[in-house]
């Protein structure tokens, strides 16, 4: 029987979510491996505050707390580390339901001491119902889902995605916390790389570290109408391209592209060639698949020259060095032009 005790993050910024919102808590609360607690943290919005805690005041496993940090996914979760008491800590979207067993997977691999962090697999859940013809399997990370190439399983990896992942608390105190100015603010920036960051971070302060995915802990995530489409399909690509640049210039570009190289050499070609191949047996979205892999490559080339020339002028970002230690977590500011290798 397992000791480990779960905390469930779910960070919210918006009240256009209030049913997704409890739709996620929901399907925390009906896991086959109860959590501790659920810490709902929300991300300067006073109106959405006062009204969750209204929601949720008469039940004792659920936490509403406002950010204690600048706005923005990544300060959002540290404030849920720092007001945690579970040994692991699990991050859902506030977009997304977990599958009954999904706490449980993520607590099996965790018998294994030298398991720092466990990810899983989201599903994306279409809001027309189906995939769109021109969308590649290979790119379903745009809309944050788990993308074709990954391997199946439960399998080591570089970096877990940080919708649905969990770590050991222990993690944090060796690494410190997400960094903020890298990931998500609202909808303004589509931006990620925030877990990539940190869990590079994670291995270089514990090199005897496990970094699992088990494609059996499923989220089903959801993908409004504005992300089925090519426009913000080419703003992501060119977004994740610019949180690439600065991830780089913060841990080095061997470590922080180590796991893009296969993607873009073996994963991202196999699919033009399937493509190609169903357009010339007669289905003609294969073209379009095909495309729309090429256009995703040039676009997030594009973000990250971009990211690197401005990253060499000066870009900041800031890492939480006390995420589990205090009320709020403490932070020490990162200048990537002063410090091409720095990290916490």
């Known amino acids: 029987m397992s000791t480990e005790t779960v905390s469930v993050v779910i960070c919210v910024y918006t009240e256009d979510r209030w049913g997704d919102i409890l739709a996620a808590v929901a399907s925390v609360r009906a896991q086959s491996l109860p959590a501790q607690e659920t810490l709902l943290v929300v991300d300067h919005n006073a109106t959405l505050l006062a009204r969750l805690r209204k929601q949720y005041a008469d039940d004792d496993t659920v936490t509403v707390l406002p950010n204690a940090g600048p706005r923005g996914l990544s300060a959002g979760r540290n404030t849920g580390i720092a007001a945690s008491n579970g040994t692991v800590i699990a991050f859902l979207d506030d977009d997304a339901v977990a599958e009954r067993d999904w706490l449980r997977h993520f607590v099996a691999a965790y018998e294994d001491p030298r398991v720092m962090a466990v990810g899983g697999r989201t599903m994306p859940a279409w809001a027309s119902g189906r995939r769109p013809a021109w969308f590649p399997r290979e790119f379903e990370w745009v809309v944050g889902c788990t993308y074709l190439g990954l391997p199946p399983g439960r399998v080591p990896v570089r970096n877990v995605l940080g919708g649905n992942a969990s770590f050991r608390r222990t993690a944090f105190d060796a690494a410190g916390g997400f960094a903020t100015g890298i990931g998500r603010d609202g909808d303004k920036r589509p931006l990620g790389c925030e877990e990539t960051e940190l869990c590079i971070r994670l291995r270089r302060a514990r090199p005897d570290a496990l970094l699992l995915i088990d494609d059996r802990a499923v989220i089903h995530h959801r993908v ?9 399909f080419r703003t992501r690509c060119y977004a994740e391209g610019l949180s690439k640049a600065l991830v780089a210039r ?22 033009v060639a399937r493509g190609v191949r169903d357009a010339l047996l007669g289905q003609v979205d294969g073209l379009a698949r095909a495309g729309a892999i090429v256009a995703g490559l040039a676009t997030t080339a594009a973000g990250y020259a971009v990211g690197t020339v401005r990253s060499r002028r000066g870009g900041r970002f800031v890492i939480a060095t006390t995420a589990a230690g205090s009320d709020a977590p403490q932070q020490a500011e990162h200048n990537t032009k002063h410090r091409p290798g720095a990290v916490a």
């Open 224 to 232: 409004p109408p504005a992300r089925e489409r090519f426009g913000y």
């Open 250 to 271: 913060s841990v080095g570009a061997e470590a922080g592209l180590s796991a893009e190289r296969r993607y873009t050499t073996r994963v991202l070609p196999s699919g």
